[in-house]
């Protein structure tokens, strides 16, 4: 039978307990789901700013609507391209001291465009080993040598770019999306002015959530357009709504408009989207008390984990994962918290490393303390269980 390696490789995630499948929300909440007609407390929602489901949101919706229409139309370099794209591009610029913001429809399309479309094919990528799926497709896509350094370590990052002749790009996330750690950016800017390197941050799951005005790890770190020239983030996640960005100089901004495949052939992201966006990034901006609230709840949860003996990952953001081992007794206690009522996705590889399957708590500023305290105690519960 042709293309026989599709089956064979569905069968064999079925038996290592990998297989994927969907399942649809029918309902939802700035706290909780509705799957199959069951309400769960959401920890499994990278909406940590409960900005997604929020009023303020779906009435800069449908004011949005009612002025700008719905779709775009067409392409950015065709007629895609309208006011409220401009608006939020500007805005962006502004608030993080940048040259050009480009908007992409994901932060999966933004990584690849960045990555394959500057990086010339006799460069270098460095990548931290723990980098998004996005960014490694990236670097395999521009053709350049992909060296990869041990997750977090400056001495394997220093030995590596020691070791590149030619142009290098390194990359790292700002916080990691599946450990929550967050990542050196002081040292990693500091080892690449030394070598002459461009840095590339994907601040996916610090935007919104880290520095005062919760611009993320660039503002938390100081880190201007001169030392960090590619800073790339989402708004799927603590924005609330979807789409990403990439904040750079004049000169990659002009490159990527004339040669970035995935920009110049997609259809522009929803005019509705971006006025929607730039709504939210006011209220992310001006009102920090949902930041202040997500750290309250950070600190709970780790409050109540030490007190219940349960052993977490060393991370201080709203990615709180509880490391479980093998996969099927990851599924296994993920079944059981949402048999208790709670909704928390267990992850397996090849997200993350074999025998590192997880639970990964994710927590928001929509979450009550009491939203906690049981979570905790039910996930506390399964462990004297030995589950
Ligand atoms: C670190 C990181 N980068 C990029 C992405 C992709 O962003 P998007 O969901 O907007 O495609 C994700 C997750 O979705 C992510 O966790």
């Not at 002749?165 to 690449?192: H, N, W, Y």
């Amino acid at each position: 039978m042709a293309f026989e390696h599709i089956d064979e490789q569905l069968q064999a995630r079925r038996g290592a307990s990998l297989f994927r499948e969907r399942r649809c929300i029918e309902a939802a909440e700035p706290r909780r789901i509705n799957v199959d007609g069951h309400w769960y407390l959401n920890f499994s929602s990278n909406d940590y700013l409960g900005l997604a489901q929020s009023d303020a949101l779906k009435q800069a919706a449908a004011d949005a609507a009612a002025t700008q229409g719905v779709g775009s139309g067409a392409s950015p370099l065709v007629s895609g391209h309208s006011r409220s794209h401009k608006e939020l591009e500007d805005y962006l610029c502004e608030a993080l001291g940048r040259d050009r913001v480009l908007l992409f429809n994901s932060g999966f399309s933004a990584n690849q465009a960045l990555i394959q479309t500057l990086v010339p094919k006799d460069a270098n990528v460095i990548a931290d080993r723990l980098c998004h799926a996005s960014m490694l497709d990236g670097a395999l896509a521009s053709g350049a040598r992909l060296k990869r350094y041990t997750h977090n370590d400056m001495e394997h990052l220093s030995r590596l770019l020691s070791q590149s002749e030619g142009d290098c790009l390194v990359m790292t996330e700002g916080v990691f999306s599946m450990d929550g750690d967050q990542a050196p950016i002081k040292d990693i800017l500091r080892l690449c002015q030394r070598h002459q390197a461009l840095a590339f941050v994907d601040d996916a799951h610090g935007f919104g959530v880290l520095g005062a005005q919760g611009l993320g790890s660039a503002e938390l770190h100081g880190a201007d357009q001169a030392s960090l020239p590619l800073l790339m983030a989402t708004f799927g996640k603590a924005i609330g709504t979807s789409g990403a960005f990439a904040a750079t100089t004049e000169m990659f901004y002009d490159y990527l408009v004339n040669f970035a495949r995935h920009y110049i052939y997609s259809t522009a992201m929803s005019p509705l989207m971006a006025a929607i966006t730039l709504r939210s990034l006011r209220l992310v901006r001006e009102e920090s008390w949902r930041r202040e609230k997500l750290q309250q709840n950070i600190q709970l949860f780790k409050t109540l984990s030490a007190e219940h003996g349960l052993s977490l990952m060393p991370s201080d953001t709203a990615i709180q994962p509880l490391l479980v081992g093998e996969a099927d007794r990851a599924l296994t206690c993920a079944e059981d918290l949402r048999q208790a009522g709670f909704f928390l996705v267990a992850i397996r590889p090849p997200t993350v490393p074999d025998g590192q399957s997880r639970l990964r708590v994710t927590l928001s500023a929509a979450h009550q303390g009491e939203d906690i305290k049981q979570l905790v105690q039910a996930i506390a519960r399964k462990a004297q269980d030995g589950a």
